[in-house]
């Protein structure tokens, strides 16, 4: 993950960031970063050539991401540190009415046509459920909201929880002086190999993680050997999706690898192994390589408590045995509401809020829509996620899909398209019958499989129900037949013409002032000929090399 701004708010042009002495940062907790390689990692339009590192820092993510939104123009409608508080659908008006807090407090209302939701599926935080959380008089944090002025020297540290972000979080407190850690893990879990091991690999990088000088300039100096690169990394996290399909050999190579590669970094407390491995496969929860976790975890200053808390009071806290583990400071990694509502009102049709529509599950079409919510679609929904892959590719992918949702409203004058229930109904169907082969449906705590009360729940509502591949083919031609439309109704009250799209027979550039020849003839250039219709092969059109990369699908 990465460290990113605390953006809620993406609405209008009004207005503009603020400068960095005012910002507030999320996911800034030490050893934060990337745990995929960084180059799958990025917009696939505006490649990074110059990562520090396979595995990326998060303010280095940030960054990237930062530069990217003003690089292309997307911080002129950008406004930070804008609280949403309220969205609610007018049928009549074919809009959204959305609150909005601004930082002095003061809230505003601002409507649209198209209400996205781009919150992602990590986005509010869930603190544990403990009985006298708010007791405690020391420290208290959530991974997510880290106290950065907080010094950690010689203090006694506790840490509750065993995902990815705790996993990160541990070797780095481990090595500050004077600490004690009580690393509280009733969770068992997975420890994998660094999910770009095989790159690795192939660039003789053995466990080294950054990058040289040399490597970096030859690949700034040198676009096919740039290319050839990115194509490795893509094709390294794309060519094990069978990781997750149960029974499979690269499932069943990948659990063994996983075991030998944990007792390795347990010897010297392989007692360990027993208490972490589980009884689930490798991937049923979130895949967590955590370069240094299992040696930070076997440390003499770091102690493994696996019992039960019962309680926390005000000098620490009291386990299942009775035992009261005294401490200066808590850290809760325990994650956040994933696929659940947001946390604030959000109300389609006839008032029915997405917090009682998802009351039971986060139901959706495609990871991007759900019935009674009109000109509404997110990004990185519900089932948006991936288990390997390029999560940007989904991101963009998605991304593209809605562009041609809004285009299509704004060319054929639609007020307002809602996916139909039974299409919802479809995909939750397809949903739960593909994943009952994967080794996402064996016995495990996962944010993967979320009820909408952001409860452990028995089915997966974080992932796509395939592979990245397969989403974006997927979402490459959007089916129109599976929403329902409203027209804008005509001034004179007359019945709607649904092709009065079509206009005044004339194409937009020929309207021109003065039309340049390729306004004219637009048809005739390389991108669009590739784009539209591919180049033929002369003598076996179907043989195209481009087809055969990327089949025709619509």
Avoid at 449 to 464: H, I
Avoid at 471 to 499: F, H, K
Avoid at 512 to 521: I, N, S, T, Y
Avoid at 531 to 550: C, H, S, T
Wanted: one cysteine or more.
């Amino acid at each position: 993950m990465g460290g990113m701004l605390d953006a809620r708010n993406m609405l209008d042009g009004r207005g503009s960031a603020p400068d960095s002495a005012t910002r507030r940062y999320e996911n800034q907790y030490p050893g934060a970063a990337c745990d995929v390689p960084s180059h799958s990692y990025q917009f696939s339009f505006n490649p990074k050539v110059d990562w520090s590192a396979l595995y990326a820092p998060s303010w280095e993510i940030r960054d990237y991401i930062e530069e990217s939104a003003k690089k292309y123009g997307a911080d002129r409608f950008i406004k930070l540190q804008h609280e949403v508080k309220d969205c609610e659908w007018n049928e009549d008006e074919g809009k959204w009415h959305v609150k909005v807090q601004r930082p002095n407090g003061e809230i505003f209302e601002d409507t649209c046509n198209v209400l996205i939701s781009a919150r992602g599926n990590l986005n509010n935080r869930q603190w544990p459920d403990i009985e006298g959380l708010r007791s405690f008089d020391g420290e208290i944090m959530h991974s997510s909201q880290w106290n950065e002025k907080y010094d950690f020297t010689n203090k006694r540290v506790a840490v509750i929880g065993s995902g990815s972000s705790a996993i990160q979080i541990i070797p780095k407190l481990q090595k500050v002086p004077g600490t004690t850690m009580h690393c509280f893990i009733r969770s068992r879990t997975w420890i994998s190999p660094p999910l770009g091991q095989g790159i690795q690999d192939k660039m003789g990088m053995g466990d080294k993680f950054t990058f040289t000088p040399e490597f970096v300039e030859k690949l700034k100096d040198d676009p096919e050997e740039w290319l050839k690169f990115r194509l490795m990394v893509e094709a390294d996290s794309n060519n094990i999706h069978a990781v997750t399909l149960k029974g499979t050999p690269m499932q069943l190579g990948a659990q063994k690898a996983f075991e030998e590669g944990m007792k390795t970094r347990l010897q010297k407390k392989p007692q360990y192994f027993d208490w972490l491995k589980p009884g689930f496969s490798p991937g049923c929860r979130r895949l967590t390589p955590g370069p240094g976790f299992l040696e930070a975890l076997s440390e003499d200053n770091v102690n493994f408590i696996r019992d039960k808390i019962t309680r926390i009071e005000p000098k620490g806290i009291v386990t299942e045995d009775g035992k009261l583990h005294e401490i200066d400071v808590l850290v809760c990694a325990t994650g956040f509401y994933a696929s659940a509502a947001p946390p604030f009102r959000t109300a389609g049709v006839n008032g029915e809020t997405l917090q009682k529509h998802w009351q039971k599950r986060a139901t959706n079409y495609m990871s991007l829509a759900t019935d009674q919510f009109p000109n509404h679609f997110f990004m990185l929904g519900p089932n948006g996620a991936i288990g390997e892959g390029s999560l940007t590719m989904m991101i963009e992918t998605t991304g593209s899909y809605i562009l041609k949702a809004i285009r299509k409203l704004q060319k054929e004058n639609i007020k307002s398209m809602v996916i139909k229930p039974e299409r919802v109904k479809d995909f939750t169907q397809y949903c739960d019958t593909y994943f009952n082969g994967t080794v996402f449906m064996d016995e495990c705590q996962s944010w993967y499989r979320k009820d909408g009360q952001g409860r452990s729940g028995p089915f997966v509502t974080g992932l796509w129900p395939g592979s990245c591949i397969h989403c974006i083919e997927a979402l490459r031609s959007p089916r129109w037949e599976d929403y329902t439309y409203s027209y804008v109704p005509e001034a004179n009250g007359a019945a709607v013409n649904q092709m009065a799209w079509l206009g005044n027979g004339w194409g937009l550039n020929q309207l021109a002032k003065e039309p340049r020849e390729v306004d004219l003839g637009f048809y005739l250039t390389p991108m669009f000929q590739e784009r539209d219709l591919g180049v033929p092969v002369a003598g076996r059109p179907e043989e195209n090399e481009q087809f055969r990369i990327r089949p025709w699908s619509y």
